[in-house]
């Protein structure tokens, strides 16, 4: 089975561009969360969408947006890159928003330059 | 609100010595207790974890950890770690019911074990 899968792996952008984020959940999962984790700190949550719905948002600004499809799957979007964004952003996956258990993704390394 | 405190920020340890990881967190609500593994450039592989129960918890590796409310903490423990344990390890809560489920991370704490 396949696990957790994002893209890209790793993405150079520069200031003031714009960016896609993409991940897919494991196979029955219906929840998505985004987590950004900057160089030697934890991972921060962003986003959680359960069923297409926005269940849940971090502190982060509006130029952070996310949506997921029918087929579950997910998209993080980052409007006007800041030097401040480049991260490593964790997709995870689980079957229900109160479960448990969360299966992280590789992740999508973002340098902004 | 909730937090997670990983007291140090690394911790350096020889072969086949015991170790040691400290969290504590601190909420006005109940709480399930995760640790996550991180190698270099790769995502979180959950350890263990404690929803309710026996407060001493078993996971994967040979790693255990203990939840003691009292103290509001939840130390990672392994007897003997191995060159191949050498990894960043994040210590998580996650608020105990509710419909959002995002976990709240500590800073991580580095294990570094030499040889």
């Known amino acids: 089975d396949a696990g957790v899968t994002q893209s890209p792996t790793h993405l150079i952008k520069t200031r003031g561009q714009q960016v896609t984020l993409r991940c897919s959940p494991i196979s029955g999962h219906k929840s998505v969360s985004w987590y950004q984790q900057v160089l030697g700190q934890g991972p921060q949550f962003i986003f959680q969408?359960?069923?297409?719905?926005?269940?849940g948002r971090g502190n982060f600004p509006d130029r952070f947006s996310a949506r997921q499809f029918p087929n579950y799957s997910s998209e993080l979007n980052v409007n006007a890159l800041l030097l401040g964004d480049s991260a490593l952003y964790l997709c995870?996956?689980?079957?229900?928003?109160?479960?448990?258990?969360?299966?992280f993704g590789q992740g999508t390394r973002l340098t902004v330059v | 609100a909730q937090s997670v405190t990983q007291l140090d920020s690394q911790v350096p340890v020889f072969e086949e010595a015991p170790v040691e990881l400290r969290c504590n967190y601190s909420?006005?609500?109940?709480?399930?207790l995760f640790w996550y593994v991180q190698y270099p450039n790769q995502g979180l592989q959950l350890l263990l974890k404690y929803l309710s129960g026996s407060t001493l918890v078993k996971g994967i590796n040979g790693f255990e950890a203990e939840f003691n409310k009292s103290q509001t903490s939840f130390h990672l423990r392994k007897p003997s770690v191995h060159i191949s344990d050498t990894a960043e390890y994040f210590c998580?809560?996650?608020?105990?019911?509710?419909?959002?489920?995002?976990?709240?991370f500590g800073k991580g704490t580095k294990l570094s074990v030499k040889p």
């Open positions: 969408y359960y069923e297409k719905e926005e269940r």
């Open positions: 909420s006005s609500v109940s709480v399930y």
């Open positions: 998580a809560v996650k608020n105990y019911g509710g419909s959002q489920g995002n976990l709240i």
């Open positions: 995870a996956s689980s079957l229900a928003t109160a479960n448990t258990e969360a299966f």
